[in-house]
């Protein structure tokens, strides 16, 4: 099988890139190295069935594969509220691209969506039948609205001209490669718990994530594109549902820190709870998370360690 992964040097996409090139696949990585690296697929470059394109999705591309990834775009909020035009413009523009390319080749394309559709869910925990509480107009919205549209765009394609989509709705998921500057809650905690740093709680800290290691996604994305039950939207995430004090206080403990927590304001539009309805994903895709918090935040602690050396 020839796979593009559009972000493929970046967090999820690098490890979705190896595991791939595990399977026997051809990985074409496109990436415009905004968040990505090198150094995310630095094992993979040398290896003959794995091929990188520095390009921007925003841009028209061609390319011969049987199976289109689309995680192209930004995460962490700090890094898509940089850019807010251009964090709407990849989700948009860069599904567009995608979805003409799919179309073209007839190859099965997945979107990598996101829970933030669900914005600040009043429904918990989220079934994807829940449409969710965005504010079109907040900090957030470029991110999450972007994301709305490209799940409306991935429907309009298979409707209007039978492209083959799959579409799954990730939850925070976290592991080795975060960037260490990406500002999101699981690699800030260990950073600074590894710096001795004080911990930055933003507001009290009674808000909820729900986390999932990067192993157990991966394999749930790649279930999902590979199955025919289904053509989503499907929650892919961990149910295991913490507080952002509770996260604080498991990284202090694990890393054996001695760093102190503060308190900093909190974002706007900072969702109050977030836990994933994962019955689709075990009844279609027979997946369900197996890695759990103490045993991912272990691996990803020492990640961190060795980068921090
Ligand atoms: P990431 O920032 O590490 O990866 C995104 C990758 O896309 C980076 O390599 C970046 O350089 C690349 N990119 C950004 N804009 C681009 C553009 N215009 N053209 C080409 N490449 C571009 O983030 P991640 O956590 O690996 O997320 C990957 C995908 O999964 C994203 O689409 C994200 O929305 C989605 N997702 C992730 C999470 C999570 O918790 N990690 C949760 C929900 C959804
Ligand atoms: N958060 C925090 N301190 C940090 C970074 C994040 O308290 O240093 C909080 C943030 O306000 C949010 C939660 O942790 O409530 C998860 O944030 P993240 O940016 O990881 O993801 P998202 O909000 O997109 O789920």
Redesign the pocket.
């Known amino acids: 099988m020839r796979v593009l992964v ?9 490890h979705l890139c190896e595991r791939l090139i595990e399977l026997g696949d051809e990985v074409l990585c ?8 090198r150094s ?1 697929i630095e094992g993979l470059l040398k290896n003959p069935r794995f091929e990188f394109i520095r ?4 841009d028209p591309f061609k390319a011969e594969v049987d199976q289109i990834y ?7 909020p700090v ?2 509220q940089h850019n807010a035009i ?2 709407i ?3 948009v523009i ?1 599904s567009i691209n995608c979805l003409g390319l799919a179309k073209r080749l007839n190859a099965r394309i997945l979107q ?5 559709v669900y914005g600040n869910p009043e429904v918990h925990p989220q079934p994807e039948t829940y449409h969710g509480n965005v504010n079109p107009i907040g900090i957030r919205a470029c ?1 999450d609205e972007g ?1 709305r549209c490209a799940e409306t765009l991935f429907f309009d394609y298979h409707r209007q001209n039978k492209v083959d989509i799959r579409v799954i ?6 592991g080795p ?3 260490i500057n ?1 500002g ?1 809650v699981v690699s800030n905690f260990i950073v600074q718990a590894l710096r001795g740093d004080d911990i930055t709680i933003y507001g009290e800290g009674t808000q909820t994530r729900s986390f ?1 290691f ?1 192993d157990d ?1 991966i394999e749930g994305m790649i279930r999902m594109m590979n199955q025919d039950q289904t053509l989503g939207p499907v929650n892919v995430g961990n149910p295991s549902e913490f507080t952002v004090l509770q996260l604080a206080e498991e990284v202090i403990r694990l890393s054996q820190s001695k760093s102190k927590i503060i308190h900093k304001p909190l974002p706007s539009d900072d969702p109050l709870q977030r836990r994933p309805d994962i019955s689709l994903a075990k009844k279609h895709l027979k997946w369900e998370p197996k890695i759990q918090l103490e045993e991912g935040l272990k691996k990803t602690i020492a990640y961190f360690k060795m980068l921090l050396k």
Request: a positive charge; one cysteine or more.
């Open positions: 559009t972000g493929g040097a970046g967090f999820l996409g690098s496109i990436d415009n190295l905004f968040t990505g690296t995310n390009h921007d999705i925003i689309n995680l192209a775009c930004p995460a962490s890094h898509y251009k964090t413009k990849t989700s860069g990598a969506s996101t829970s933030e991110y994301k709705r990730i939850f925070n998921t976290y490669r975060m960037a990406d999101r999932c990067v996604l």
